[in-house]
């Protein structure tokens, strides 16, 4: 069983940054893969970034250059820094992690970009 925590959404203009954290506890030396999708209203989930146990990143092509996925110094953080926020990134971020033996799910955090 794996725990995720997200922090860090919020509302910010056209061309900002904001800071998404995500914090797991339990059995977190089983995770293979930390990451990070969002789903939009009236959208499917899709995946925004990903972090693997080897330190290898993967990111959609709407995101590359702009987001980065990195792993805390307490190796149970992941964090998501977004960069040049455009109002497509709007969404709901859900932080995953995913195991052998399944996918654990955050409770989302809101990130909005308007002006």
């Known amino acids: 069983q794996v725990q995720l925590v997200e922090s860090g959404g919020g509302l910010v203009q056209p061309g900002g940054s904001l800071r998404l954290s995500c914090t797991a506890s339990g059995s977190i030396f089983s995770i293979n893969v930390m990451g990070w999708y969002r789903q939009a209203p009236g959208k499917q989930r899709e995946l925004v970034a990903a972090l693997t146990r080897g330190g290898s990143t993967n990111y959609r092509d709407s995101v590359q250059g702009r987001f980065t996925i990195s792993r805390g110094n307490a190796k149970n953080t992941v964090y998501l820094q977004m960069n040049s926020l455009q109002t497509e990134d709007t969404a709901v971020y859900y932080c995953?992690?995913?195991?052998?033996?399944?996918?654990?799910w955050g409770q989302g955090t809101q990130v909005t970009v308007s002006s």
């Open positions: 995953n992690a995913e195991l052998t033996r399944g996918n654990y």
